[in-house]
Structures are given as structure tokens and as C-alpha cells.
């Protein structure tokens, strides 16, 4: 992060809107209006459950697609302003992304694993090698390093695809339902990464349909209906929300 863009949001939204086959009798409006601010160091919880409109603005957010309306800047950057080539290196520069179901190549070792998107970015690999194994210690990982994803736990992978997701020093780390496929346990290990991530500097932003889950974040917006609505006080153990249905 550039100390000289820490006053700028990581991530802005103005009106931001999403049709699905606009003017067709298929229509249909998955973001409305949606207006968000993320500062540098958040960990905010984008809670909601199927259909409300969570994981449109997940890609969104990820620049994994386009709005329909309104505007979206990460990290200052108008993202309406870039080509194709630009917006990949944005999302490889600017967000790392964590899924449910971890993603790792099987053949892989997880030191493998972590350093493969730096071969995108043209890293001679002695450094790959290095930064890989920092990346794996910052996960408490350093000692599996040679082992292959069927070596390792569920929650070690998953803490193997945040290592990933960190190896371009991304300032934000989107992470979708990343604790879904762990038991209680182990998915509050992740969480607890998460908040260490966050104090470390990392901006988090957490999609989640569980109300539990949400509470470990200090922010939480709510979507409901393709609206974004934030809700104080979720963000503690004694919010008393019930889980929103999957």
C-alpha cells in the first residue's frame, strides 16, 4: 500500500447497478444503487443469503464483471478507465482472492501453490521461492511447505489459498464464504487469520450468508433485494442475529 493513497478508499462505489438482460422479459435487477466506501485496514462482512444480490457485487468488487450502471473505484482507480490487459493487472495487483472450495493444484506442493500467480507477474523464481515461503510462515505454514494439498487438512488449505491470495501484497483480500467447507473449529482459526491480516494493514472484505460468521468483522453491510444496507452493531459475538438462510 502506498502510504500516499492511505486517506483513499480501497474501495468505492457510486450508484452502482447490475441488469441481467436488460429489456428482456427475462430481466432481471441484481444491484441497485449501491453505494460503498472500504477504507484501507477494514474488515467488513458483506452478508446475505442466495439472491440478494451479494455475490453480483462480490464480482463486481473483484472485477470480475462489469456494472451496468454507476461507478467503481479500487483503490482511486476508476476501473471504468482501463482496456482489458489493465483490468487484469489491476485485479492481480489490487485484490486476492480466497473461495470456499480453496482452488490449489493437486500435483502442487503448497510452497508451488503460493508462488504461481508471481510467475504471471514475471518474478525471477528465486525470489517466487522466497516470497512464497514468507507468505506461507505469515499463515503459520512455513513446516508444510513441501506438502501436496491431499497432505494437508482443510483448514491448512485454506490457509495455503490466503497465502496465495497474498502473494502479490494485494490491499484488499476478498474472501467468499471462506470458512463454508471447514467445521466450526477450524473455520474460526480463518477467522482469526483474518482479524491478525487486518491489524497487520490487509483490508478484508468477507461474503457470508451466516450472521455468525459476519460478527467477526467490524463492519457489516446486509444486501436484500440488490440493496446494500449496513448494519451497526453486528460486529461483536452478541449481535443475537439468527443465520440468514443459504
Do not use: W
Amino acid at each position: 500500500m502506498n502510504p500516499a493513497n492511505a486517506t483513499v478508499p480501497v474501495i468505492e462505489t457510486h450508484g452502482l447497478g447490475k441488469v441481467y438482460s436488460p429489456g428482456s422479459e427475462a430481466e432481471v435487477v441484481a444491484l441497485k444503487d449501491v453505494d460503498l466506501r472500504i477504507a484501507h485496514g477494514d474488515f467488513v462482512a458483506i452478508m446475505g443469503p442466495s439472491g440478494s444480490g451479494k455475490s453480483t457485487l462480490m464480482n463486481l468488487i473483484g472485477c470480475l464483471d462489469t456494472p451496468s450502471s454507476g461507478a467503481y473505484l479500487c483503490d482511486g482507480v476508476d476501473v471504468s478507465t482501463l482496456d482489458a490487459e489493465a483490468l487484469a493487472e489491476l485485479r492481480r495487483d489490487k485484490i486476492g482472492f480466497v473461495f470456499q472450495g480453496f482452488h490449489l493444484l493437486p500435483r502442487m506442493t503448497a510452497l508451488e501453490n503460493v508462488a504461481m500467480p508471481l510467475g504471471y507477474a514475471r518474478i525471477p523464481p528465486a525470489e517466487r521461492t522466497e516470497r512464497a515461503q514468507q507468505a506461507l510462515e505469515a499463515v503459520g505454514l512455513g513446516a508444510r511447505a513441501s506438502h501436496r494439498p491431499n497432505e494437508l487438512s482443510g483448514g491448512q488449505q485454506q490457509r495455503v489459498a490466503i497465502a496465495r491470495a497474498l502473494i502479490n501484497r494485494p490491499p484488499v483480500l476478498l474472501a467468499d464464504e471462506p470458512t463454508g467447507a471447514l467445521d466450526s473449529k477450524t473455520g474460526e482459526e480463518i477467522l482469526a487469520l483474518f482479524k491478525r491480516l487486518r491489524d497487520d494493514g490487509h483490508t478484508v472484505v468477507l461474503i457470508t450468508h451466516d450472521a455468525e460468521v459476519a460478527a467477526h468483522a467490524d463492519r457489516t453491510f446486509v444486501m436484500r433485494d440488490g440493496e446494500l444496507h449496513e448494519e451497526l452493531g453486528i460486529g461483536n459475538r452478541e449481535s443475537g442475529l439468527e443465520p440468514l438462510p443459504s
